[in-house]
């Protein structure tokens, strides 16, 4: 079973989708808050500061992140939060 759920990884990234509604718009001012604060989030300020920078609600935000790890272009850090590896980021 291990095998199967390996192997049907890179397909669910495929499938990825952001969360309700989240438009493409929101995508772009989504990366560009992120990389407003140095391509991570990791504190509260950084969250705060992605919400009002984009119009998303904190559910969305991360809803994003989960978007973005399913993509790979993000990261868990090991001391907690995110770095994103989106264009401009890596």
Known sequence: MKRFAI???PLLA???MP?????EAAVTRFDNAVKSMGCELVTE????????????T???????IQ??????????LPE??????????S
């Open 80 to 89: 907690g939060g995110h770095k994103f590896l989106s264009k401009g980021c």
């Open 58 to 64: 904190r559910e969305q935000v991360v809803g994003m």
């Open 67 to 76: 978007y973005k790890l399913a993509l790979e272009q993000a990261e868990p």
């Open 19 to 23: 969360p309700e509604g989240v438009d």
């Open 45 to 56: 300020p950084h969250f705060l500061a992605t919400e009002l920078q984009t119009g998303l």
């Open 7 to 9: 192997l049907a990884l």
């Open 14 to 16: 495929g499938c990825a």
